[in-house]
């Protein structure tokens, strides 16, 4: 299995505060991603990263933001959490850009209240 | 904007049989398609990759069709058993072989009855 760990793996909290996840890999991939999955939406790119400090966004960004200082470590800032972001979120990593297949993490369960 | 269906209602089928399951895109000409399976409570595992210059690939009792005619690809698995039961997702390139991620379909749930 990918060396992928997701942090933390659930958490419940209140509307209008920060959450961060965190994504460490342990597989020195350079791509990394945010999704989340929800039922009826399936999964949804939030942002994703191409190297340390080079990420972009995906189809859902807004109300989230990403940072990637270490190859290992990708992280998923929620600034305000609101209640539509209430969802499963994954991390996947790639090591290859032309076939694109990924690896996830085993999820994080974000409950806002 | 770029559109992937696959069955929405569950696909019930006996142990034994072949499980077909169908992915149609619109909007789109990706590079290449790729199929995960997901269990509950997990995250998605890949199973199979196919580029758009080939019309089928297999791995064991799977076998995955790409017709970029048709926009769509199937995914077979032969003499399913009640362990292939699970949600299998179809996911297209965004962007030609880029490193921008991929697109997913909501995924069919499988039930492999015994």
């Known amino acids: 299995d990918a060396g992928i760990t997701q942090s933390p793996r659930h958490k419940v909290t209140e509307t209008g505060t920060p959450v961060t996840l965190r994504c460490h890999q342990t597989?020195?991939?350079?791509?990394m991603y945010w999704y989340r999955q929800d039922p009826g939406h399936g999964l949804r790119l939030i942002h994703y990263s191409y190297g340390v400090k080079d990420t972009d966004k995906g189809e859902v960004s807004d109300g989230y933001s990403v940072s990637r200082s270490k190859t290992e470590d990708f992280l998923l800032t929620l600034e305000s959490a609101t209640s539509s972001q209430t969802s499963v979120y994954f991390c996947?990593?790639?090591?290859?850009?032309?076939?694109?297949?990924?690896?996830f993490g085993e999820g994080s369960r974000l409950t806002v209240l | 904007s770029q559109k992937i269906e696959q069955n929405s209602e569950a696909l019930n089928i006996q142990e034994g049989k072949t499980a077909t399951l169908t992915c149609n895109y619109t909007?789109?000409?990706?590079?290449?398609l790729q199929w995960y399976r997901q269990d509950p409570g997990r995250g998605p595992v890949f199973l199979l990759l196919?580029?758009?210059?080939?019309k089928e690939k297999r791995k064991e009792r799977l076998k995955v069709t790409f017709d970029t005619t048709l926009k769509q690809s199937l995914f077979h698995i032969t003499a399913s058993q009640p362990a292939d039961s699970a949600t299998y997702l179809c996911a297209l390139d965004r962007s030609g072989g880029g490193a921008d991620g991929l697109t997913f379909g909501k995924g069919t749930h499988l039930i492999i009855q015994p």
């Open positions: 597989e020195n991939h350079r791509y």
């Open positions: 996947a990593i790639s090591e290859v850009a032309s076939t694109g297949e990924l690896f």
């Open positions: 196919i580029r758009e210059n080939e």
């Open positions: 909007n789109y000409s990706p590079a290449y």
